[in-house]
Structure formats: structure tokens, C-alpha cells
């Protein structure tokens, strides 16, 4: 782990502090947690086009081809449409 220090608005610093009480954690989960969903977000879009870019669409085909070709269960069938 590494330590960060962090200047805040002593405001945010509190609704901080109240959320974090609320969910039980330390205000320093509560930064981790979020700090990680913006890098995730952040990053997200550029993973996936390199993802997407490394993809090969003849080995996806030939994939799908091992797939038995047969009705789904009855519990991965969707529900019917209400009337």
C-alpha cells in the first residue's frame, strides 16, 4: 500500500466522513473505492479498443462452431411476454 496525502475542502472532507460511516468503512476505503472507479472509467474505454484489437474474428468462428447447436434450458429461456 502506499500513502497519499490529499488536500480537500473541509466540506468534502465531511460528506466523506458521513459516507463513509454509513457503509462502515474508513474515509480511506471510501477514497480507495472511488478513486478506483474513476480509473476504471477512465481506462475502461481504451482496454477495451486494445481488447477489441487484438481480437481475431476466424477463432471466434472457429469457437462458436464447437457450440452444440441445441434448445437452451428451460431456466436460460426468457420469461414470456406478460399479456
Not at 37 to 61: H, M, Q
Not at 71 to 80: G, I, L, N, Q, V
Request: net charge negative.
Amino acid at each position: 500500500m502506499s500513502t497519499v496525502t490529499v488536500d480537500l475542502p473541509e466540506s468534502l472532507h465531511a460528506a466523506a466522513g458521513a459516507l463513509a460511516r454509513e457503509s462502515g468503512v474508513t474515509v480511506g476505503q471510501l477514497l480507495a473505492s472511488a478513486l478506483a472507479e474513476k480509473v476504471a472509467a477512465l481506462a475502461g474505454p481504451g482496454w477495451l479498443e486494445a481488447r477489441a484489437a487484438r481480437g481475431d474474428r476466424a477463432r471466434f468462428e472457429e469457437a462458436l462452431g464447437k457450440v452444440a447447436d441445441v434448445e437452451p434450458d428451460e431456466r436460460d429461456r426468457p420469461a414470456p411476454e406478460p399479456r
